[in-house]
């Protein structure tokens, strides 16, 4: 700084009979030379520090008077007033004898089967996957797993898409905005896959459901349960009740 490089010079002007320094001394030079990239990197740091609230962010660009619906659990709702089963899938079949219908399917997952096989692509076909919570981790996942050429995908969430969502939710777009992200992801993925059979849970997982939801009565064991929600608590709900009956989370 100005004031170290005074000192510094000051100090040399009382010895007698030693020159004033004319070059700054090394470490001064140092940190100089550090100062460029910090100055670049202030503006980012007052961005961080701006902190804003979860909820706070994800209004921003709502219409006046409409807010985020309220993550609350209703002890009455059960599985089936709100599952909507979006497409019921069809059967691909085994590499040989097949439909004009199916060899397209084919087609669309032939480099999945390239890299796995036609069994890999058999088991991923016939795979049951459930995914919790459909936001920024979520959506991709969902999209993977239907463009990977799983069969049968459970979404749950009662959420809605927000235009705040855009610039990190797979599913959010203009037009989407208001819609359930369940359903605006089953759409999606009935669009990559019309073959796989979507069904949306429009719910939040709470204690109250969460055995409903995740091993519904009268239906196959899900394969895989992937926990994509926010809070610990329903975290910790997931992880429970797939130990307790054998679902891989």
Known sequence: SPARRMHCMAASWKQPGRPVRKTTPTHLTA???KRPAAALLRPFTCVLVQVRTRRQHRNIGLPSGRQEPRRS?????TVSRHSVVLNSGTDVGAAGALSGEQQVQRSRL????????????????AARV???????????????????????ITLV???????SNVNRQVHALDSTVGQLKGRAMAQRIMDINPHCAVLSVDDFLGADNAAAILSPVGAAKYDYVLDAVDRDVEKALIIDHCCRNDISV
């Open 31 to 33: 940190a100089a030379a």
């Open 73 to 77: 659990f209703n002890a009455s709702s």
């Open 110 to 125: 032939g480099g999945v089967e390239k890299a796995l096989g036609a069994e890999g692509l058999n088991n991923l076909q």
């Open 130 to 152: 459930c995914i919790v919570g459909i936001g920024g981790v979520g959506s991709w996942a969902a999209e993977a797993l239907a463009r990977s050429g799983v069969g049968h």
């Open 157 to 163: 969430d009662l959420d809605e898409v927000c235009v």
